[in-house]
């Protein structure tokens, strides 16, 4: 048993992600980043390993791109390799304008594929794309220091934002800095939609609600709303009433609960009758 535990700590150390090559900048620079968590305005991260200490061998360098965050309120990184690995930074010398650092090693080979930057609307999208070349990484870092590397490595990202402007990060769909808008009942809607497990939809639903108590406001449905959640989950599954408990409180047109909400989606009596109870009906 203890050689058991000994090897799996030894393989949560060994990483492999995949990709292709592409443009990008390889300025040897390594710009005063470390491994220590900073702080900024509560938006807290880790480095997973001091890049200034990188052994010269594994070419560290950084990518480095500029954007625009005119009329920009969200930033949705899906970047090889990097999932919570995302710093943030606010500095009062910005205005209208970002930057994007990816941190990077390579080994023999080095093809991390292509970013595109493209705003739709308030939203930002950085994405990583990859063709016929493969992009591949596989590195194995203890106690902050590279052990071995092959391949080419996007290690962490880092974002420097203008300190006055609210703009949320998203890193693979996970909100990596601080929030400063509730989730949409359409975000709720969709989002519902699409979690796979009635578990899943839970979740969903307990953000929506942690978001909102974030940023002091209150959840509004309509009856709409709430039917449309309620049907996305599964028949004779506790999670639905679970669903309807902690949403229902929030419907502003609640007279209409009964024939438009219960009646429509719970199909027995009983199932009814103890919906109906939920929301203090009967």
Not at 71 to 92: A, C, M, Q, T, Y
Not at 125 to 154: A, D, E, H
Not at 250 to 256: A, F, H, I, L
Request: net charge negative; with cysteine.
């Amino acid at each position: 048993m203890k050689n058991l535990i000994i090897s799996l700590i030894a393989m949560s150390f060994l990483i492999a992600c995949g990709g292709e090559s592409g443009g990008g900048s390889n300025d040897n620079n390594n710009d005063g980043e470390n491994s220590n968590n900073g702080s900024r305005n509560g938006e807290t991260a880790r480095a997973p390993l001091n890049f200034n200490a990188i052994d010269s061998k594994y070419n560290p360098h950084i990518h480095e791109e500029t954007f625009s965050t005119s009329n920009l309120s969200k930033i949705d990184l899906n970047v090889l390799g990097i999932k919570n690995e995302v710093l943030i930074e606010r500095d009062d010398s910005l205005s209208g304008q970002g930057r994007l650092l990816l941190y990077r090693v390579w080994f023999k080979t080095s093809n991390y594929g292509y970013l595109d930057l493209k705003q739709n609307f308030e939203t930002l999208r950085v994405r990583n794309y990859t063709g016929s070349n493969p992009y591949s990484c596989s590195k194995r870092i203890t106690n902050g220091k590279i052990k071995s590397l092959n391949g080419g490595c996007n290690l962490f990202a880092k974002l420097i934002l203008p300190k006055g402007e609210k703009i949320e990060v998203y890193s693979n769909n996970s909100l990596v800095s601080n929030r400063y808008f509730a989730m949409t009942n359409d975000d709720l809607r969709s989002s519902v939609e699409d979690a796979r497990t009635n578990e899943d939809k839970i979740d969903v639903i307990e953000a929506y609600l942690k978001s909102h108590r974030d940023v002091g406001s209150t959840p509004s449905l309509e009856c709409d709303d709430l039917e449309q959640i309620l049907s996305d989950f599964r028949s004779f599954d506790d999670a639905k009433f679970s669903a309807l408990k902690m949403l229902h409180r929030y419907v502003q047109d609640r007279e209409n609960l009964e024939e438009n909400v219960i009646n429509e989606v719970f199909s027995f009596r009983d199932d009814r009758e103890r919906a109906l109870r939920i929301i203090s009906v009967r």
